[in-house]
């Protein structure tokens, strides 16, 4: 890689290379180079230079010149892939529309999980509109609309494959990890795919993550899935696809070892099934949901479960009750507390808040409830009151309190009823795997019997599991890195062993796991 100041230097370093038999592969150039004389340059390259592309990056949108419909070279395409996958560190982006919006909301919470910071105009009488320096306004953007504008996800069928050597499941910190050591320790094709947000349930965090390795100021959760991303697309192996849903497993008849994932996404146009030579499921947690009685009812808006800085924008003057005994619900409380007046109920007392936090809440006289349990929520469409249980009290006495908004904070449990069908999915050729009573995914020595599985392996054999949603983990992010690579090493075995998944010609692991 070299760095020139001017046209003239770039002629004359492709020159210099080309006599010591060194060849350039791209040339990559900003908005400044487009200058008056930067037609002259292009054709002189085009010309003379053998047609070297030329990747421009200017006003947050990307050209790139001189490929001619020529299949590019690995280099190039990696260049290419560096180049899309740019954007200006923190592009200016404004949201506008009506601050109380529940689509505002979500716009706001998208980019935010996502990692991009925005200004926030306020009217009142105009749709929810988010503009890009550069880029033609978003008007009422879906969250697929706003990812493909800020370039976080490929455009999704445009030469979308159907078939892989691994299929990675949850685009969280496991299923990140994952994707870049099968990409650069086994060189294997590989999809993730991914209901929601990339980076995870670690993109909701309140607060810096502050342990994990080579951050000494801690990194926000947006922010580390940002330049995991950036890492992988820059080796241009492993495609992304967010919006599809694994729903369910089945064996691939047509070709024996491989599977076959039924995936669903919100358009359905794009529900076509993948085939994988193996898979790994990284699905994390979802939200846990409150203890209520069966249909009770819960109002469509004020009712949330997860809490983000953003939020206390459309919080601001609300009552706010949160759920939850742990540092999320009090990190919470004190977020809303400037602004709103906030309540927090912990049915099961603070021993797993940090006494720092427990000390915080205290101090910004922060209304605690430690003997109380919901009963339920009240409100037609909009939350207005929680109904509250005092469980010291025999028989318990009822508390209602007055509430716009109720954040449910406490913890996750494992979303993997999909990998267990019933007699009915079974006869259709669903595959089931082996869970523990409480959801989570058994692997290697928690399988009765073991039968010699790899480390990571579940009870169906080329199907792996990492992270949160694997029986007995820790819910650290670090641990959910860890796994995903060893996963990986797994992998590798499993495919030297079973050469014949690794069918497709194109991958790079095809003649060097086979031989
Ligand atoms: C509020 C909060 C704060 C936290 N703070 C910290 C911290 O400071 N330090 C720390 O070490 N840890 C922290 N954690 C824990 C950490 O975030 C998790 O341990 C880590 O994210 C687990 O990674 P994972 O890849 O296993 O799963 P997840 O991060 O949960 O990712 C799983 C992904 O899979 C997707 N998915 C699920 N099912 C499907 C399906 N069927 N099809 C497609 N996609 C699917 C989900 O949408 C999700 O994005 C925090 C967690 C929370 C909730």
């Not at 694997?470 to 079973?498: F, P």
Request: net charge neutral.
């Amino acid at each position: 890689m070299i760095a020139t100041a001017n046209h003239q230097e770039t002629l004359d370093a492709i020159d210099e290379k080309s006599e010591i038999g060194g060849r350039a592969t791209a040339i990559i150039v900003d908005s400044q180079s487009i200058d008056p004389s930067f037609s002259d340059f292009a054709k002189e390259i085009h010309e003379r230079r053998a047609g070297i592309p030329i990747a421009i990056l200017a006003d947050g949108k990307i050209t790139i010149h001189g490929l001619d419909g020529k299949e590019p070279l690995p280099v190039q395409k990696a260049l290419i892939s560096l180049a899309n996958s740019w954007r200006p560190e923190d592009p200016q982006v404004t949201v506008s529309g009506p601050a109380d919006s529940v689509k505002m909301n979500e716009i706001r919470g998208t980019l935010e999980r996502a990692g991009f910071q925005s200004d926030f105009v306020a009217e009142p009488t105009s749709e929810p509109t988010v503009k890009i320096k550069g880029c033609d306004p978003l008007i009422n953007p879906t969250k697929t609309d706003l990812l493909r504008a800020f370039n976080i996800i490929s455009s999704p069928t445009n030469g979308m494959d159907h078939r892989y050597d691994l299929v990675i499941i949850g685009a969280g910190p496991a299923g990140l990890s994952a994707a870049l050591a099968a990409c650069v320790n086994v060189g294997l094709s590989t999809l993730v795919i991914e209901s929601n947000l990339l980076g995870g349930t670690a993109t909701t965090s309140i607060n810096p993550i502050d342990n994990y390795l080579g951050f000494p100021q801690g990194i926000s959760g947006p922010r580390l899935a940002r330049l995991a991303v950036q890492q992988i697309r820059v080796l241009n192996q492993t495609d992304f696809r967010l919006d599809l849903r694994a729903q369910c497993l089945r064996k691939d008849e047509r070709n024996p070892g491989r599977y076959i994932i039924e995936v669903s996404s919100e358009r359905g146009s794009e529900d076509v099934p993948l085939s994988a030579g193996m898979i790994l499921l990284a699905c994390g947690l979802k939200p846990r949901d409150l203890p209520l009685a069966k249909g009770s009812h819960i109002p469509d808006r004020g009712v949330y479960y997860s809490a983000l800085p953003c939020d206390r924008y459309h919080e601001k003057d609300n009552s706010v009750v949160i759920f939850g005994g742990g540092d999320s619900a009090g990190r919470a409380a004190l977020l809303f507390s400037k602004e709103s007046r906030v309540s927090v109920v912990a049915t099961y007392g603070f021993n797993r808040m940090s006494l720092r936090l427990q000390r915080d809440l205290e101090d910004a006289r922060i209304a605690t409830y430690k003997t109380h349990r919901v009963a339920g929520f009240v409100g037609d469409h909009q939350l207005s009151k929680v109904i509250l249980e005092d469980v010291s009290s025999a028989p318990p006495r009822t508390l209602p309190i007055a509430a716009t908004s109720a954040y449910i904070l406490i913890g996750g449990t494992p979303d993997t009823k999909w990998l267990c069908p019933n007699q009915s999915g079974r006869r259709r050729g669903e595959l089931k795997i082996d869970r523990d009573r409480s959801g989570y995914i058994k692997t290697d020595i928690y399988l009765r019997p073991y039968g010699g599985k790899l480390p990571f392996e579940t009870s169906l054999p080329g199907v792996f599991a990492a992270g949160d949603v694997r029986v007995n983990s820790l819910r650290r992010v670090g641990q959910a890195v860890g796994q995903g690579v060893a996963a990986v090493a797994s992998m590798e075995r499993y495919a030297i062993k079973h050469p014949g998944i690794l069918d497709d010609e194109d991958s790079p692991a095809y003649s060097w796991l086979r031989h």
